[in-house]
T-cell receptor
Framework: RKEVEQDPGPFNVPEGATVAFNCTYSNSASQSFFWYRQDCRKEPKLLMSVYSSGNEDGRFTAQLNRASQYISLLIRDSKLSDSATYLCVVNMGAGSYQLTFGKGTKLSVIP | NAGVTQTPKFQVLKTGQSMTLQCAQDMNHEYMSWYRQDPGMGLRLIHYSVGAGITDQGEVPNGYNVSRSTTEDFPLRLLSAAPSQTSVYFC?????????????????FGPGTRLTVL
């Protein structure tokens, strides 16, 4: 069973659209959750951490549902510069140093 | 701060050759790690270190060695390169590897090394 699963996409959306990604994880003991962004042929960079109460950073909103073991990322008013692959990242559990990365969801924002 | 640096950016090896991928960070981070990224596979953890002198295996450690003699440096050694090790290698560091509060476990990645083994 894959530990972190994401829809690979691609999601092709027009500028200004709202798009949402979901990610499911299998380890109920996981404590840390993140969304990273990776541009083509570049290194991943943290987009935002995901907290139990949900959190928002400008046009980006992340939610965590522990009962159903999924996290989500909502992007409002999409910009061309949002085109990238979005990686869902989860730690392996309490006291674990190991992070598990999803394979990523590719987003293309088109003019 | 330079952040996380990796050398070389590109490397081509022949099967059986050995080499060391260099990684350094200037943020005084305790936690450092090495990942490989293959098409369709996502990033997979090779080895990690929670401080100088301490290393441990990740998900795919076979064929790789690491050491951590200083806080700043975390080299990855390929002992005898194989075509299956063709990949993009990323080094990452964070203040703490554990969920120690907002920001402490944020991973900062280097720009990567693209390795081809013929």
């Amino acid at each position: 069973r894959k530990e972190v699963e994401q829809d690979p996409g691609p999601f092709n959306v027009p500028e200004g659209a709202t798009v949402a990604f979901n990610c499911t994880y299998s380890n109920s003991a996981s404590q840390s959750f993140f969304w990273y962004r990776q541009d083509c042929r570049k290194e991943p960079k943290l987009l935002m951490s995901v907290y139990s109460s949900g959190n928002e950073d400008g046009r980006f909103t992340a939610q965590l549902n522990r009962a159903s073991q999924y996290i989500s990322l909502l992007i409002r008013d999409s910009k061309l510069s949002d085109s990238a692959t979005y990686l869902c990242v989860v730690n392996m559990g309490a006291g674990s140093y190991q992070l598990t990365f999803g394979k990523g969801t590719k987003l293309s924002v088109i003019p | 701060n330079a952040g996380v640096t990796q050398t070389p950016k590109f490397q081509v090896l022949k099967t059986g050759q050995s080499m060391t991928l260099q990684c350094a960070q200037d943020m005084n981070h305790e936690y450092m790690s090495w990942y490989r990224q293959d098409p369709g596979m996502g990033l997979r953890l090779i080895h990690y270190s929670v401080g100088a002198g301490i290393t441990d295996q990740g998900e795919v450690p076979n064929g790789y060695n690491v050491s951590r003699s200083t806080t700043e440096d975390f080299p990855l050694r390929l002992l005898s390169a194989a075509p299956s090790q063709t990949s993009v290698y990323f080094c990452a560091s964070s203040y703490s590897g554990l969920a120690g509060g907002p920001g402490t476990d944020t991973q900062y990645f280097g720009p990567g090394t693209r390795l081809t083994v013929l």
